[in-house]
C-alpha cells in the first residue's frame, strides 16, 4: 500500500497523512491517532527511499568514535547510544556508527560526512576543549548535538552528566570517611568530561582544606591498563594515597587489579571508586563503588535535541543530568587508614 492509497482510504490529503505519520506537531492529536491506528491496521510500511527523495534527506544521524577507543564497547555508553537510536528509529531516523583511525585527518572525515549527503546531522562525544570538530560543524551551520559541555555550548546543541558535582559528591564520601590522602586518576587532560570531574575533585580537596599532592592526580586513558600503571605508581610513593578515586569504572578495575597485585585488598586496605555503573561493576569482587546515571535520558535527549533542529518537533528539552552514588565493596574501609 503507498501513502496515496492510505490518504485516499482515510479522506486526507496526502501530505497530511504524511506529516501525521513523520509526528510533525502541526497534526492535532485526534487526526494523527486515526493516521497511525489506519496504518496499522492496513500494514501500512513508508518506503524509504522514496521518504528519503521526497525530503531530500538520508534520514541518518552519524556518530564517528576513535577506533581504539574503549568507551566504544562500555556498557554504559552501549546503553546511551540504544537508547538514542530507538527515539531516532520511531521517527524514521538510523544512526550511523562509524570508526575513525588516529592515521585519519579528522577534519577531512567530519567534511566527508557534512558534504556526501549521507547523514542529516551528526552526534559528537568525548567533547574537547575548544573543540574543531563543533568549530567545523557551526561553520557549515550542520546539525549536531554534543553529549558532553563546555563554557559557551548553545542549550539546543548539548546534553551531560553534571560531572563536577558527581565527583564532587564522590570526593565528599571519602573526606566524610575521614581519607586524607585521597587520589585521582583522571581521563585524557583535554576532554571537558575529565576537566569538569577534576574541578569537582578539587572543589571538595579545597572545602576540606586538604593538600592536593600533585603526584596524586593522575592522567591517562579511560582503561585498566593505563589505571593499573598510574596505581602502581601511586602505591610506589613514600606517602601513599588511602583512597583512589577513578574517572571511570574501568579505571576503577584496574586499580583494583594492581593494588592486589600489590598486597593491598581494596574495600579493606584502600578504598577505590569509580564511574558509570558498568555491568561486569556489580559482580567484580570486591563490586566497586561507582557513580550511576540514567543512560536512557541521556540517549533520548540527545535524540530529541536533533529532532528538534530537523524536524522542527518541540521536545522539551534536559541539558543536564544528574549522577548519584551507588555504595560497594571497593570503598569500605577500617580506621588503620588513617592511623
Same mark, same amino acid.
Given at each position: 500500500m503507498s501513502i496515496k492509497q492510505l490518504a485516499e482510504y482515510l479522506g486526507l490529503s496526502k501530505s497530511t497523512v504524511s506529516r501525521a505519520? /513523520?509526528?510533525?506537531?502541526?497534526? /492535532?492529536?485526534?487526526?494523527?491517532?486515526?493516521?497511525?491506528? !489506519?496504518?496499522?491496521?492496513?500494514?501500512?510500511?513508508? /518506503?524509504?527511499? !522514496? *521518504?528519503?527523495?521526497?525530503?531530500?534527506?538520508?534520514?541518518?544521524?552519524?556518530?564517528?568514535?576513535?577506533? /581504539?577507543?574503549?568507551?566504544?564497547?562500555?556498557?554504559?555508553?552501549?546503553?546511551?547510544?540504544?537508547?538514542?537510536?530507538?527515539?531516532?528509529?520511531?521517527?524514521?531516523?538510523?544512526?550511523?556508527?562509524?570508526?575513525?583511525?588516529?592515521? *585519519?585527518?579528522?577534519?577531512?572525515?567530519?567534511?566527508?560526512?557534512?558534504?556526501?549527503?549521507?547523514?542529516?546531522?551528526?552526534?559528537?562525544?568525548?567533547?574537547?576543549?575548544?573543540?574543531?570538530?563543533?568549530?567545523?560543524?557551526?561553520?557549515?551551520?550542520?546539525p549536531y548535538v554534543c553529549l558532553g559541555y563546555e563554557s559557551g555550548y548553545q542549550e539546543d546543541r548539548f546534553v551531560d552528566v553534571d560531572n563536577q558535582h558527581a565527583f564532587y559528591q564522590l570526593t565528599q564520601r571519602q573526606i566524610n570517611a575521614r581519607h586524607q590522602r585521597i587520589a585521582f586518576l583522571n581521563g585524557p587532560v583535554q576532554l571537558t568530561l575529565a576537566m569538569a570531574r577534576e574541578q569537582g575533585y578539587l572543589q571538595a580537596m579545597r572545602e576540606a582544606t586538604l593538600k592536593v599532592d600533585k603526584n596524586y592526580l593522575l592522567y591517562g586513558e579511560l582503561t585498566e591498563r593505563d589505571a593499573i600503571e598510574m596505581t602502581k605508581q601511586l602505591m610506589a610513593l613514600a606517602v601513599p594515597p588511602t583512597c583512589i578515586l577513578c574517572a571511570d569504572d574501568a579505571m576503577a578495575l584496574g586499580a583494583i587489579v594492581a593494588c592486589e597485585k600489590l598486597g593491598y585488598q581494596p574495600g579493606v586496605d584502600i578504598a577505590i571508586a569509580g564511574y558509570g555503573n558498568y555491568e561486569h561493576s556489580q559482580y567484580n569482587k570486591p563490586s566497586i563503588t561507582t557513580l550511576d546515571y540514567d543512560t536512557h535520558a541521556v540517549g533520548e535527549q540527545m535524540s530529541q535535541l536533533i529532532l528538534n533542529q530537523l524536524e522542527g518537533q518541540t521536545f522539551a528539552t534536559q541539558n543536564w543530568h544528574k549522577a548519584s552514588i551507588i555504595i560497594r565493596e571497593s570503598d569500605l574501609f577500617e580506621e588503620k587508614f588513617n592511623a
Amino acid at each position: 500500500m503507498s501513502i496515496k492509497q492510505l490518504a485516499e482510504y482515510l479522506g486526507l490529503s496526502k501530505s497530511t497523512v504524511s506529516r501525521a505519520l /513523520n509526528g510533525y506537531s502541526d497534526v /492535532n492529536s485526534d487526526t494523527r491517532l486515526k493516521v497511525l491506528e !489506519a496504518a496499522k491496521i492496513l500494514r501500512y510500511k513508508a /518506503n524509504p527511499t !522514496a *521518504q528519503r527523495l521526497a525530503s531530500g534527506r538520508s534520514k541518518n544521524i552519524g556518530i564517528i568514535l576513535p577506533a /581504539n577507543d574503549r568507551m566504544f564497547v562500555s556498557s554504559a555508553f552501549s546503553k546511551v547510544l540504544a537508547s538514542a537510536s530507538e527515539l531516532l528509529i520511531e521517527h524514521g531516523y538510523q544512526l550511523i556508527v562509524t570508526t575513525i583511525s588516529s592515521l *585519519q585527518d579528522e577534519q577531512k572525515v567530519y567534511m566527508d560526512f557534512i558534504s556526501s549527503g549521507l547523514v542529516d546531522g551528526l552526534f559528537i562525544v568525548r567533547t574537547r576543549h575548544n573543540d574543531p570538530r563543533i568549530t567545523l560543524l557551526k561553520v557549515h551551520n550542520f546539525p549536531y548535538v554534543c553529549l558532553g559541555y563546555e563554557s559557551g555550548y548553545q542549550e539546543d546543541r548539548f546534553v551531560d552528566v553534571d560531572n563536577q558535582h558527581a565527583f564532587y559528591q564522590l570526593t565528599q564520601r571519602q573526606i566524610n570517611a575521614r581519607h586524607q590522602r585521597i587520589a585521582f586518576l583522571n581521563g585524557p587532560v583535554q576532554l571537558t568530561l575529565a576537566m569538569a570531574r577534576e574541578q569537582g575533585y578539587l572543589q571538595a580537596m579545597r572545602e576540606a582544606t586538604l593538600k592536593v599532592d600533585k603526584n596524586y592526580l593522575l592522567y591517562g586513558e579511560l582503561t585498566e591498563r593505563d589505571a593499573i600503571e598510574m596505581t602502581k605508581q601511586l602505591m610506589a610513593l613514600a606517602v601513599p594515597p588511602t583512597c583512589i578515586l577513578c574517572a571511570d569504572d574501568a579505571m576503577a578495575l584496574g586499580a583494583i587489579v594492581a593494588c592486589e597485585k600489590l598486597g593491598y585488598q581494596p574495600g579493606v586496605d584502600i578504598a577505590i571508586a569509580g564511574y558509570g555503573n558498568y555491568e561486569h561493576s556489580q559482580y567484580n569482587k570486591p563490586s566497586i563503588t561507582t557513580l550511576d546515571y540514567d543512560t536512557h535520558a541521556v540517549g533520548e535527549q540527545m535524540s530529541q535535541l536533533i529532532l528538534n533542529q530537523l524536524e522542527g518537533q518541540t521536545f522539551a528539552t534536559q541539558n543536564w543530568h544528574k549522577a548519584s552514588i551507588i555504595i560497594r565493596e571497593s570503598d569500605l574501609f577500617e580506621e588503620k587508614f588513617n592511623a
